[in-house]
C-alpha cells in the first residue's frame, strides 16, 4: 500500500495510507513523506480513472523495485517462446508405449493427430502447417491466462508499465482502465474459466491413463507419471484459486448460514485463492517440465525410467 497522496492524485497532501510503505519512504519520518510525496506530484486530470500520479523524480524509492518487473517478463517470455515452439514443432507429443501426452497437444484434434491421442476423434481434414494440433483447448487455455487477474497485474506493469510499480514514474500520461475495445475481452474471463475447467478435468485424463499402460501392459507406474501427476494438481491448484471460481462458490449469496456448503467450498477456494501468483508460476513451470520430458521419450534422447512395471 502507499500513501493516499499517490494512490489518489488529488490527494497530494494526504500521508494517511493505512498499509506499510516503499523502504525509500519508510526510512522517512512522517513530516519528510509528507514534504516528499506533496513536493513531487503534481496536479492531476480530474476525469474518473483519467489522472495519474505526476513524480517529478524517475522514482522515490531505493530498493530493488525493477528487479521483480524483470523477472516477470522473463518468465513469461520463456513460457511463451517455450510453449510456441513447441506447438508449432508438431512432433514428439506422444509417447505410445505409455500413452503420455503432453498438455500442450491434448486434446489432440488434428488429422495429423496419433489415433490413439486423439480422446475425442480428429477433424477429418488436414490442417494448414503450423496450425496448432490442440485446436480448440490452445486459445482458450491463452485466453484464459491472458484474462487471469493475477497476469493482467503483472503484465500491465512489467510489460505496459502502467505502473511499473508503486512510486515510480510511468510512462503513461493518462489512464483508460478497461474501457478500450481492445480490453473489453478482459471482462470475459468467467467465461474461460468454465472452458479451462473443462480442459483440467481433461488434462486429468491424460494423466490417469498411462497408469494403464505398463512396459508389459496393465498398471505401471514411470517417471512420467509422477510428473504429470504434479503437473495435473498444479493446474488443478491454478484453476480452482482463480477469482472467478471464488465468485461463483460464494458470490450473490445473502447468507451464509443458509448455504453450508457453498460456504464452506467458498472458504477452502479462499485458501487456495491467497496463493494464485504462485500457482500460476507453478503451473507454467510444470507444463513446460511435463511437455519437455514427454518431448525427450518420444524423441527417444532419453527412456523413462519405470518405477513399477
Ligand atoms: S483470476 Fe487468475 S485464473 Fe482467474
Not at 489415433?115 to 486459445?139: D, K, M
Not at 505496459?160 to 474501457?179: D, F, K, L, N
Request: charged share 15%.
Amino acid at each position: 500500500m502507499l500513501p493516499a497522496a499517490i494512490q489518489h492524485p488529488g490527494a497530494v497532501t494526504a500521508t494517511e495510507g493505512t498499509g506499510p510503505l516503499p523502504a525509500s519512504l519508510a526510512r522517512r519520518s512522517p513530516q519528510e513523506v509528507e514534504t516528499t510525496v506533496t513536493s513531487t506530484t503534481s496536479a492531476h486530470d480530474d476525469r474518473p480513472g483519467g489522472g495519474r500520479a505526476r513524480l517529478n523524480q524517475r522514482t522515490l524509492r531505493t530498493d530493488r523495485w525493477w528487479l521483480g518487473p524483470i523477472l516477470t517478463t522473463l518468465g513469461l517470455a520463456t513460457f511463451l517462446v517455450y510453449g510456441a515452439a513447441r506447438v508449432f514443432q508438431q512432433d514428439h507429443y506422444w509417447v505410445a508405449e505409455h500413452h503420455y501426452l503432453t498438455p500442450f497437444y491434448s486434446p489432440c484434434l488434428a488429422a495429423q493427430c496419433a489415433p490413439e491421442a486423439s480422446l475425442f476423434g480428429r477433424v477429418p481434414w488436414e490442417l494448414p502447417p503450423f496450425f496448432p494440433y490442440a485446436l480448440l483447448s490452445l486459445p482458450i487455455l491463452l485466453l484464459f491466462r491472458v484474462t487471469c487477474y493475477y497476469y493482467r497485474k503483472a503484465y500491465y506493469r512489467s510489460i505496459w508499465q502502467a505502473p511499473t510499480a508503486c512510486a515510480v514514474r510511468e510512462p503513461h500520461r493518462s489512464y483508460t482502465g478497461e474501457t478500450r475495445p481492445l480490453m473489453l475481452p478482459q471482462n470475459g474471463h468467467r467465461y474461460f474459466f468454465y472452458a479451462a475447467f473443462v480442459i483440467t478435468v481433461i488434462n486429468t485424463w491424460d494423466m490417469l491413463v498411462p497408469y494403464f499402460h505398463g512396459t508389459e501392459g496393465g498398471f505401471g507406474i514411470g517417471v512420467g507419471n509422477l510428473i504429470m501427476l504434479v503437473n495435473v494438481l498444479m493446474l488443478w491448484g491454478y484453476t480452482l484459486s482463480c477469482h472467478s471460481c471464488r465468485h461463483i462458490m460464494g458470490g450473490r449469496l445473502r447468507s451464509f448460514s443458509r448455504n453450508p456448503v457453498r460456504y464452506w467450498a467458498w472458504t477452502r477456494i479462499s485458501t487456495l485463492n491467497h496463493r494464485h501468483m504462485l500457482f500460476g508460476w507453478l503451473s507454467i513451470a510444470s507444463l513446460m517440465t511435463t511437455d519437455a520430458y514427454i518431448a525427450l521419450v518420444a524423441s527417444g534422447t532419453i527412456t523413462d525410467l519405470r518405477i513399477l512395471n
